[in-house]
């Protein structure tokens, strides 16, 4: 069920100049046939191979760290060299098994990050690339999104308004929701440590130009427009839902390269600040048949009805973001009970994907509301 759509990226000799070879990449996780704690666990990465060739031709192995405290060095299953043999696409692979049910984050963390204008300082004091996702084990098998790189070129158009499609695809049809967020990078020398990279500016916050939006629902990412040219780094974060449930979220980072190209400019729009998603770092990794957690109307069109119902008396906090985090809504109930419910208004918000958060007893748990 995987399919890679091929980063297409042309870099310009004497235009923009490149010290090392890591593009980006994202790592995907899927079930074994048989095993509900057995996965297999693919790392795809993109290199830099005009510049980086060297570099490039002895990433045989790279370190994985599965979440439960083991690691392993995992070898390259394969390498597709693109564009015009400029970019390469590769892959390791291998299994791995979890000794229980629960959430588990898998990283890997790689030295020589391609310099981005929007990292400051990136080409002295370079941070690691760090690509993550965090997945829930259970008794239900689910893989993880393939993510899509357009077949579009990666090399954009300054002063031209660019629009890429970052669509991915999953093999069990849950709902997918997009965000922008920071690029990781190693925290400390602990190589299964990861944060975000503080100095990262979104593209077009460094300059304070124009508007830089991803779509929550679709993965569609417009620039609106680039006006200074160079190497951007970009992220995003994929959320997977079923029926409501977040069952993981994946970390892609991908190259976008400002070149003057031929064209009639664009009109620059008001400045927008970029609007940057959450990240996700543990799962409801349980599944408690004492709790029920309702919401309805589901879509909903003005008023939400939320009920938490628990065998035993609990306490319950609510909160509602929409699909970039931003907090729109936060409830806690004053007393400890077997039922909270509340009344949440959403007529006065914008059609699109929100998240109710409820917190019961120290324990997460998230719906997803579609506003009609």
């Not at 229980?100 to 898998?106: A, K, M, R």
């Not at 669509?167 to 069990?172: G, P, T």
Request: with cysteine; hydrophobic share 35%.
């Amino acid at each position: 069920m995987r399919t890679f759509l091929l980063l297409s990226l042309l870099i310009l000799g004497g235009q923009v100049s490149y010290g090392t070879h890591l593009l980006g990449g994202y790592i995907q996780v899927k079930p074994i046939a048989g095993s509900s704690l057995t996965y297999e666990v693919t790392a795809t990465l993109y290199l830099n191979e005009r510049e980086g060739a060297t570099a490039a031709d002895n990433m045989n192995g790279i370190l994985l760290c599965f979440g439960d405290g083991q690691t392993q060095t995992v070898t390259r299953q394969s390498r597709l060299l693109v564009s015009n043999r400029e970019i390469s696409v590769n892959t390791y692979r291998m299994n791995h098994t979890y000794a229980g049910p629960g959430t588990y984050s898998v990283t890997t963390s790689l030295q020589n990050r391609t310099p981005s204008v929007n990292i400051p300082n990136s080409a002295t004091q370079q941070e690691s690339l760090t690509l993550r996702t965090t997945f829930l084990t259970n008794t239900t098998p689910n893989q993880t999104p393939a993510l899509a790189l357009t077949t579009a070129s990666f090399q954009i158009a300054a002063n031209q308004r660019t629009t890429l499609s970052l669509q991915a695809k999953d093999a069990e049809g849950d709902s997918l929701v997009y965000a922008l967020t920071r690029p990781l990078t190693i925290n400390t020398n602990d190589p299964c440590s990861f944060r975000s990279i503080g100095s990262y500016q979104f593209p077009n916050d460094l300059t304070r130009q124009g508007t830089f939006k991803l779509a929550s629902r679709t993965g569609e990412l417009t620039w609106d427009m680039p006006t200074q040219l160079g190497y951007f780094s970009v992220a995003i974060t994929v959320s997977e839902y079923r029926n409501g449930v977040l069952l993981s979220q994946t970390i892609e980072e991908i190259p976008l390269i400002v070149v003057d190209k031929p064209g009639t400019p664009g009109v620059l729009p008001p400045y927008e600040p970029a609007l940057e998603g959450a990240l996700v770092t543990a799962l409801s990794n349980y599944k408690d048949e004492d709790v029920s957690f309702t919401v309805f109307p589901n879509p909903v069109d003005d008023r939400l009805q939320v009920v938490v119902q628990t065998s035993q008396p609990s306490t319950v906090s609510l909160r509602l973001v929409d699909a970039n985090g931003r907090e729109l809504h936060r409830l806690a109930f004053n007393r400890v009970a077997r039922q909270h419910e509340q009344v949440i208004g959403m007529g006065s918000l914008a059609q699109g994907v929100y998240l109710i958060h409820a917190t019961i007893d120290g324990r997460s748990m998230v719906r997803k509301i579609i506003k009609k």
